[in-house]
């Protein structure tokens, strides 16, 4: 029995796809393709949960292959209204870089502010969504897996305006598997999706996600896969990333190790700066001492005191020597 379970295991690792959907490259591919907008639809409907769902979006900028020629690493957001007017963003972020949640208010922000023309009126502002997907986790002390900002007084908790929204979706925190994502909510499915399709053959797909709404990205992954042009372009980016979280964990390790080092530097250096300092204190302590005609204490018995317990000691020897009307 457990031969043939390892058997089974073994084939499904050969056959599977090796297409990761969180590569920007495949990412609008899937999302930013109108083609596929049944995918996009589903993915928005799951994370926004509105009352009336989104029937149809227009992609303001449609993915383009050409945009992909040079191999770079190319990071573009998937920018579309639906027909109710809301303007959505939707993201795919591999890495959390320092400047991420500015970024994210700022593209938004842009995103609302960039709808009126000279001399429209206010009133013709529609809500502005963002989305972004993370493979890694951002808001460490919060439960949830998805988190939606908007502005509201936070005392309160009163909502200033729905017109903007940023959702974040940390799909490290999702845990569904194999044995629970047929049956899971639309957005668990899709977080199964674009953390677990590129070790997964497209049987294994089928099988998972019999939904309409999946088979165009399925298609997606199998395509990139065969075709060696895009299967090329997709290893490129996944070894762009690759190498630039190696990059940073290098960094952050020697970063971590230059650390230790001054901290020792440093260490050694305060102590040999309080070092001198209580050296001078037990002088000036000995010194007074011999001026008020008073037993000398042993450089050893003064060297165990804290220098602030020395310094308290050398203004009390200072006071009773000023009171004689003796030299300091």
Same mark, same amino acid.
């Given at each position: 029995?457990?031969?043939? $379970?390892?058997?089974?295991?073994? %084939? ?15 990412? =609008? ?10 995918? +996009? ?8 949960? #509105? $009352? ?5 979006? *227009?992609?303001?900028?449609?993915? $383009? ?22 303007? #959505? ?7 959390? *870089?320092? !400047?991420? =949640? ?48 908007? #502005? ?5 908790? +009163? /909502? ?10 940390? +799909? ?31 049987? @294994?797909? =089928? ?14 992954? @199998? ?41 020792? /530097?440093?260490?050694?250096?305060? !102590? =040999?700066?309080?070092? /001198?300092?209580?050296? @001078?204190? $037990? ?14 204490? /042993? ?14 000691? %050398? ?14």
């Amino acid at each position: 029995m457990c031969f043939c $379970v390892e058997i089974q295991e073994r %084939v499904h690792t050969v056959n599977a796809l090796g297409i990761d959907p969180t590569v920007d490259y495949v990412f =609008r591919k899937i999302f930013g393709d109108p083609k596929n907008s049944v995918a +996009l639809i589903h993915l928005l409907n799951s994370v926004l949960e #509105l $009352v009336s769902p989104i029937v149809e979006v *227009t992609i303001l900028n449609p993915f $383009v292959e050409k945009d992909y020629d040079d191999d770079k690493m190319v990071v573009l957001d998937i920018k579309a209204r639906e027909t109710d007017g809301r303007w #959505l963003n939707i993201e795919m972020q591999t890495t959390i *870089t320092t !400047g991420l =949640r500015n970024r994210l208010v700022y593209y938004a922000s842009c995103l609302y502010s960039n709808q009126l023309q000279e001399s429209e009126s206010f009133t013709q502002l529609r809500p502005v969504i963002s989305i972004c997907f993370l493979s890694s986790v951002m808001f460490k002390q919060a439960n949830s897996e998805h988190l939606r900002f908007s #502005l509201c007084d936070l005392r309160h908790g +009163l /909502e200033l305006t729905d017109h903007f929204q940023i959702h974040i979706v940390e +799909l490290p925190k999702y845990t569904d598997d194999k044995t629970t994502v047929r049956t899971a909510p639309g957005l668990s499915q899709w977080a199964f999706f674009l953390k677990s399709a590129q070790h997964l053959s497209v049987e @294994e797909l =089928r099988s998972f996600f019999e939904e309409a709404a999946f088979q165009p990205a399925i298609g997606v992954l @199998e395509m990139v896969a065969r075709i060696p042009e895009q299967r090329h372009r997709h290893d490129s980016q996944l070894k762009a990333i690759r190498d630039y979280e190696s990059g940073i964990e290098e960094a952050k390790l020697c970063a971590k190790q230059e650390g230790r080092e001054e901290g020792r /530097e440093e260490g050694r250096e305060e !102590g =040999r700066e309080e070092g /001198e300092q209580i050296g @001078e204190q $037990v002088g000036r302590i000995q010194l007074l001492q011999q001026l008020l005609r008073e037993p000398v204490t /042993e450089t050893a018995l003064l060297r165990q005191q804290a220098l602030t317990e020395l310094i308290h000691t %050398v203004q009390r020897l200072q006071a009773r020597l000023t009171e004689r009307g003796l030299p300091e």
